[in-house]
């Protein structure tokens, strides 16, 4: 593959990505995207007169940063041939909407989308979504497909709102065939869409992605008492490996990814220095409410999500990806003595 785009790649999962993608043999350039300064662990990789790393700063949300970079000679003479979507996330804040009501995880996979679909050269998206869109019936009996329905509650909350739109986004063009190109190109081509949806990522050290309750900074979260769901994890090396997987294949459409292990809430949170508190229900409701009413977000404190439990059939990314978890969610010693979760290899 001559080049491959990786937005967000400054995050914790995008330098990740990069640095996979950098070690597989078939991969030409990479363009990595990020917001903030270009990583040290990419000074390696940005050696020579025509480094294989181009690294550009822009704002992913913004239509005018993302649409002068799109358009940009310097990108149509790297032609990338895939885009990967990988969403904001880690202790990074989202921002003000865009758009008044609009908000930057929306707006930013409009933009992404757009412009793989226009730019001529792109033939594959592959994008982070969350597992957590799914409607979640009681207790932890919730074994979910592909094809399992979303929450689309209108009093679903704004955090989980974004999550979802972004991931029907994604899945509507997943199958839908290229109408028009640009004059000039050929026509009957595709854009290959490859949606993953992840559950809790974490990352050795208690690290922890894209779940909406404990990602972020370290300390502690309420959560509704007599309460303690069931939460997939996976691993941030599994992730990008999945990325991979994704794209060298030449499959389209939706993929739950997910590790072999599950972890009660209570107990994610605490060995990632997140502990969960228990919180009567009602008073969780007024608490989510008000810091609703105050701009300080509604991080999904009363959702099914913290009340009941999941697993994710991962049998469709195996058959079409050939992708399994090599990885293994388990405790270990850091070195300030405290016990933290770790990604570690699974025994063979």
């Not at 294989?52 to 949300?61: G, I, K, Q, S, T």
């Not at 226009?118 to 932890?140: C, K, T, W």
């Amino acid at each position: 593959m001559k080049a491959v785009l990786v937005t967000h790649a400054d995050l914790p999962l995008g330098r990740r990505i990069v640095k996979l993608l950098w070690h597989e043999p078939g991969i030409g350039r990479i363009v990595a995207l990020g917001e903030g300064p270009a990583p040290r662990a990419f000074d390696a990789f940005r050696v020579g007169a025509e480094p294989r790393l181009v690294y550009e700063r822009l704002d992913h949300a913004r239509q005018r940063s993302v649409s002068d970079w799109f358009r940009s000679r310097r990108l149509r003479e790297i032609g990338p041939e895939a885009v990967l979507y990988v969403p904001r996330h880690g202790v990074v804040p989202e921002g003000p909407p865009v758009v008044a009501r609009v908000p930057a995880r929306i707006a930013e996979a409009r933009l992404v989308l757009h412009h793989a679909l226009e730019h001529r050269s792109v033939r594959a998206l592959v994008a982070l979504g969350s597992a957590f869109v799914y409607a979640l019936s009681p207790g932890n009996a919730n074994h979910l497909r592909e094809d399992s329905p979303l929450w689309l509650d209108p009093d679903a909350p704004a955090a989980l709102r974004a999550w979802i739109d972004s991931d029907m986004l994604f899945q509507a063009e997943a199958g839908r065939a290229r109408s028009a190109w640009p004059s000039g190109s050929s026509g009957g081509r595709r854009l290959r869409v490859v949606l993953l949806r992840v559950p809790t990522v974490v990352a050795s050290g208690g690290y922890v992605y894209l779940h909406p309750l404990l990602e972020g900074a370290a300390g502690p979260r309420p959560r509704p008492a007599g309460f303690d769901p069931l939460c997939p994890v996976i691993a941030d090396k599994d992730v990008a490996r999945a990325v991979a997987a994704a794209l060298a294949s030449d499959a389209a459409g939706v993929f739950q990814v997910a590790g072999r292990e599950r972890v009660p809430l209570s107990v994610l949170g605490r060995w990632t220095g997140r502990p969960t508190l228990p919180v009567p229900g009602p008073l969780l409701r007024v608490v989510a409410l008000g810091a609703a009413r105050l701009g300080l977000g509604d991080a999904a404190l009363d959702a099914p999500l913290a009340r009941y439990g999941m697993s994710l059939d991962v049998r469709r990314a195996a058959a079409a990806l050939g992708f399994e978890p090599r990885y293994r969610i388990g405790l270990a010693r850091a070195g300030d003595g405290a016990l933290r979760l770790e990604a570690v290899p699974a025994p063979a």
